[in-house]
């Protein structure tokens, strides 16, 4: 006699799958399509998400520093620091260390700081830094990278070929500024680069 469990049907809890591949069975082109659909619509999501700032966003002035080490010029794009990419020596409120240290502990901690006019009326310098949004007033959201840094997402810029002499000479002498566009939620983009005449 044969065993009858070998035909038995399969339980209860698996005929979802058997009723989903049945759906799908002869709707392969339009399953097809709408996976390419929801691809494209999420990497128009991403495209959209980074050009806000540039469309939409107050545009200021902020000098750029000195990186260390020394190699601001890389290829075809520059490496840029500011006054607020390094961690404040008053720390961050809001975080339980006053220490560049605190990186391993606090590492991707998203941290805001508040943009204030500089004396000469064109940029705009570091205020204080939290990890709260300001209540009123430009801002930027950052998140804690590593020993004593900070990145706003605007720390590298690709510049025409053979011009990065230029803007690495112009930040040692400090006659960079940056140009960017920056959100009402502190989401910034770059620019431009613009050297300040001697």
């Given at each position: 006699m044969a065993d009858s469990s070998s035909t038995a049907a399969p339980p209860a809890r698996f005929a979802w799958i058997d009723r989903f591949a049945q759906t799908v069975k002869g709707?392969?082109?339009?399953?097809?399509?709408?996976?390419?659909?929801?691809?494209?619509?999420?990497?128009?999501?991403?495209?959209?998400?980074?050009l806000m700032?540039?469309?939409?966003?107050?545009?200021l002035l902020v000098r750029v520093e000195p990186?260390?080490?020394?190699?601001?010029?890389?290829?075809?794009?520059?490496?840029?620091?500011?006054?607020?990419?390094r961690y404040p020596p008053g720390g961050i409120d809001g975080l339980s260390s006053r220490s560049g240290?605190?990186?391993?502990?606090?590492?991707?901690?998203?941290?805001?700081v508040?943009?204030?006019?500089?004396?000469?009326?064109?940029h705009y310098r570091a205020g204080r830094m939290s990890t709260t949004p300001p209540a009123a007033g430009k801002f930027l959201r950052g998140?804690?990278?590593?020993?004593?840094r900070i990145d706003f997402g605007i720390e590298s810029?690709?510049?025409?070929?053979?011009?990065?002499?230029?803007y690495e000479d112009a930040v040692l002498k400090g006659r960079l500024s940056a140009?960017?566009?920056?959100?009402?939620?502190?989401?910034?983009?770059?620019?431009?680069?613009?050297?300040?005449?001697e």
């Open positions: 709707h392969e082109r339009a399953v097809l399509l709408i996976a390419v659909g929801i691809q494209l619509l999420v990497l128009v999501g991403m495209i959209v998400q980074r700032p540039l469309v939409t966003g107050d545009v990186v260390d080490p020394r190699d601001l010029f890389r290829g075809d794009y520059v490496i840029l620091s500011y006054e607020f990419s240290h605190a990186y391993r502990e606090h590492a991707d901690r998203t941290v805001y508040q943009l204030v006019p500089d004396p000469d009326g064109k998140r804690i990278a590593g020993y004593d810029y690709y510049v025409q070929e053979g011009t990065g002499r230029a140009e960017i566009a920056v959100t009402n939620s502190g989401q910034a983009a770059l620019r431009a680069l613009h050297i300040d005449p």
